[in-house]
Nanobody, 122 residues
Framework: QVQLVESGGGLVQAGGSLRLSCAAS????????MGWYRQGPGFQRELVAT???????NYGNSVKDRFTVSRDNAKNTVYLQMSSLNPDDTAVYYC????????????????WGQGTPVTVSS
């Protein structure tokens, strides 16, 4: 019903930057919160950043002041600008969207992307 496709991951040197994108498509009536989680090797999935439809943002402690989340509501797309990357940022990054689908009633569901890997070399 809703598909999320991420792009922009890859290999970067420490201190570098990357920009991730995640576009939602399908039978979308509305999307409330969009955001990013990540899961590094041997670690649990952790919150990276979220952004509401009105633009309010929230960040995980480990990325504050280095990452910036934004979205384009017209395109149902969320972005994650990552700067000052370090090897601890190495992880698979997953985007998500909390949305209501057309014909699905008022219930809101969480949809996930397939994940995009980010590797930061030292």
């Amino acid at each position: 019903q809703v598909q999320l496709v991420e792009s922009g991951g890859g290999l970067v040197q420490a201190g570098g930057s990357l920009r991730l994108s995640c576009a939602a498509s399908g039978s979308i009536f509305s999307i409330d919160v969009m955001g990013w989680y990540r899961q590094g090797p041997g670690f649990q999935r952790e919150l990276v950043a979220t952004v509401t439809s009105s633009g309010s943002t929230n960040y995980g402690n480990s990325v504050k002041d280095r990452f910036t989340v934004s979205r384009d509501n017209a395109k149902n797309t969320v972005y994650l600008q990552m700067s000052s990357l370090n090897p601890d940022d190495t992880a698979v990054y997953y985007c998500y969207a909390d949305g209501v689908v057309i014909g699905g009633g008022p219930n809101k569901y969480r949809y996930w992307g397939q994940g995009t890997p980010v590797t930061v070399s030292s």
